[in-house]
DNA sequence: GCGTCCAGGTCTACC
DNA sequence: GGTAGACCTGGACGC
C-alpha cells in the first residue's frame, strides 16, 4: 500500500533525510543514493509495527508499506512522518532571516533547515545521550544495539521499533552496559527510561513548552548526563534554534571553514552567529553542512 | 600485537 | 562559578 503526503514547494525529501546523522541511528535506514529512507513504525502496543520506506515525489512524499492497514494505522504513519520530516515547520522567517546574506542565499533555494528527528522527544532525548563522549561509529553501535534488543520486531521483517520507555525501564542497568555498549551512560540510560515510564517526567511535553529556551535547557539538563551539548542538540530537535549545540564536530569544521583551520573559542563561534539571533543555531548548522549534498 | 589517543561530553569533587 | 580528573568504548594510528 502506499500513501501520498502533501508538502510546501520548499520542501527538500534528500536535504531533510541528511540533515544530520540521524538518517544513520536504528530504527532510521538510508539507502546508498539517499532516495529511500526507511524506518519501522510503532503502531502501539496491540498492533504488530510495519516498516515503511519513505521517497521524494513532486510537491510530496510518498509513503509504502507491505499489506493492508486501518485508517487508524494510516493516520498514525502520517502524523510520525509529518512529524519526523518537520512537515509542519514554517521555515520563511528563518529564510527571511538569512536573506540579506549571500552566503547564506542557498539555504532557501535548497530547502535547506529541516531537522529531520523521532517520532518521539524521547527517543531524540536518547540518542543525544548516546552521542556524547565517543566516536560516530560507537554512537551507532549503541543505538543499533538497543532497538534490535528491545525495540519490538515489524511484521514483516522490516527491522525493529525503537524500544519505549517502559521496555528500556525493565531492562536491567547490565544490559546497557554489556549488551549495548553504553559503558558509563549505562546507569544513566536506566534512570531516564524510569523517569518517563512512571510518568515523573514528560519529556514529550518539551515539544509544546512555554518556557524560555534557557529554562527548558535547564529542565532538560536535569536529567542525568544530559549536559550542554546534549541539551541544545535536543533543543534545536523541539524547534528551539536560538542555541549553537557545539560539539568537536562543529568546532573542527567551524575552523576549517571560517579560521584557517585554527581552534576557535566557543564565544568567537557565537559572536559569528549572533547577528541571526533567534535562528543562530539552525544558520550554523547550515553552514556547517553546506557541501553534504555534494559530498553525499 | 600492543599501547596510546581521541571521539558529535558530562559529572563530581574541590577550590 | 570555574576547573581538573575520571569515565566506557571502538577505531585509528604508530611502533
Known amino acids: 500500500m502506499e500513501i501520498k503526503i502533501k508538502t510546501t514547494p520548499d520542501f527538500n525529501f534528500k536535504r531533510t533525510a541528511i540533515s544530520h546523522g540521524w538518517s544513520e541511528l536504528a530504527p532510521f535506514k538510508i539507502d546508498d543514493k539517499f532516495s529511500v529512507l526507511s524506518r519501522v513504525v510503532d503502531l502501539g502496543a496491540r498492533l504488530k509495527p510495519v516498516a515503511v520506506k519513505i521517497k521524494g515525489a513532486k510537491n510530496g512524499l510518498r509513503v509504502s508499506f507491505e499489506g493492508q492497514l486501518s485508517a487508524q494505522s494510516v493516520e498514525k504513519i502520517k502524523r510520525d512522518v509529518r512529524h519526523m520530516m518537520r512537515l509542519d515547520d514554517v521555515l520563511d522567517p528563518f529564510y527571511s532571516a538569512l536573506a540579506a546574506e549571500p552566503a547564506f542565499a542557498w539555504v532557501a533555494r535548497a530547502g535547506a533547515g529541516r531537522l529531520l528527528r523521532a517520532p518521539t522527544v524521547f527517543e531524540d532525548l536518547v540518542k543525544s545521550l548516546a552521542t556524547t563522549n565517543c566516536s560516530w561509529s560507537l554512537t551507532k553501535i549503541m543505538v543499533s544495539r538497543l532497538v534490535e534488543n528491545l525495540g519490538r520486531p515489524a511484521r514483516d521483517g522490516g527491522g525493529h521499533t525503537f524500544p519505549t520507555p517502559a521496555a528500556m525501564a525493565e531492562a536491567p542497568e547490565k544490559f546497557f552496559r554489556a549488551e549495548m555498549r553504553s559503558g558509563y551512560r549505562a546507569p544513566y540510560f536506566k534512570e531516564l527510561a524510569g523517569r518517563v ?98 559530498d553525499k
Open 197 to 294: 515510564a512512571s510518568g515523573e517526567l514528560d519529556v514529550e511535553s518539551w515539544l509544546t513548552s512555554d518556557l524560555p529556551t534557557s529554562e527548558l535547557k535547564r529542565d532538560m539538563k536535569r536529567v542525568k548526563g544530559v549536559g550542554d551539548y546534549a541539551a541544545e542538540n535536543l533543543l534545536k530537535l523541539v524547534g528551539r534554534y536560538d542555541v549553537l549545540a557545539l560539539d568537536s564536530w562543529v568546532r573542527a569544521t567551524y575552523a576549517r571553514l571560517h579560521n584557517k583551520g585554527r581552534a576557535a573559542a566557543d564565544n568567537k563561534i557565537a559572536r559569528h552567529y549572533a547577528r541571526f539571533q533567534e535562528w543562530r543555531g539552525l544558520a550554523l548548522w547550515c553552514d556547517m553542512t553546506k557541501d553534504w549534498m555534494e
